[in-house]
């Protein structure tokens, strides 16, 4: 196993731009995907649409639910992006949660609002698993 080091000022500088990038792009996309949302659930209120009848198509509600699934997951993503900027201004960014130790520069390049390193990320994968 490598040796992990905290990471420099210019890699929380790095960090913090990739994960505004990020946080910017995800804002986008929520803004998209809830104004779709939006005119999903209103035209499932108003009534006028007879979607469940359509061979065609998906219905309204499982459009509704597909859609909602994805803001979720986007709203979720964000969270955690705002979750690691919190941590950068604190300090402990780069920091295993669990275990207190460096997480990687290459896992934090890959996931850079990662909580965890990779082995207590591998570990809690295997116990939802089991």
Same mark, same amino acid.
């Given at each position: 196993?490598?040796?992990?080091?905290?990471?420099?000022?210019?890699?929380?500088?790095h960090f913090e731009k990739l994960l505004?990038?990020?946080? *910017?792009?995800?804002?986008?996309?929520?803004?998209?995907? /809830?104004?779709?949302?939006?005119?999903?659930?209103?035209?499932?209120?108003?009534?006028?649409?007879?979607?469940?009848?359509?061979?065609? /198509?998906?219905? #309204?509600?499982?459009?509704?639910?597909?859609?909602?699934?994805?803001?979720?997951? #986007? %709203?979720?993503?964000?969270t955690g992006i705002d979750q690691a900027?919190?941590?950068? %201004?604190?300090?402990? *960014?780069?920091?295993?949660?669990?275990?207190?130790?460096?997480?990687?520069?290459?896992? #934090?390049? %890959?996931?850079?609002? %990662?909580?965890?390193?990779?082995?207590?990320?591998?570990?809690?994968?295997?116990?939802?698993?089991?």
């Amino acid at each position: 196993m490598r040796t992990q080091t905290k990471l420099t000022a210019a890699g929380l500088r790095h960090f913090e731009k990739l994960l505004r990038d990020q946080r *910017y792009d995800l804002d986008i996309a929520l803004g998209l995907i /809830g104004t779709t949302l939006d005119g999903v659930i209103e035209a499932r209120n108003s009534g006028t649409a007879d979607d469940e009848h359509d061979p065609d /198509g998906p219905t #309204l509600t499982m459009e509704w639910s597909r859609i909602s699934g994805v803001h979720s997951d #986007l %709203a979720a993503k964000s969270t955690g992006i705002d979750q690691a900027l919190a941590r950068i %201004a604190d300090g402990s *960014y780069g920091f295993c949660t669990r275990r207190g130790e460096p997480i990687g520069r290459e896992r #934090l390049e %890959a996931r850079p609002a %990662a909580e965890l390193c990779i082995d207590c990320a591998r570990e809690l994968e295997s116990q939802r698993r089991a």
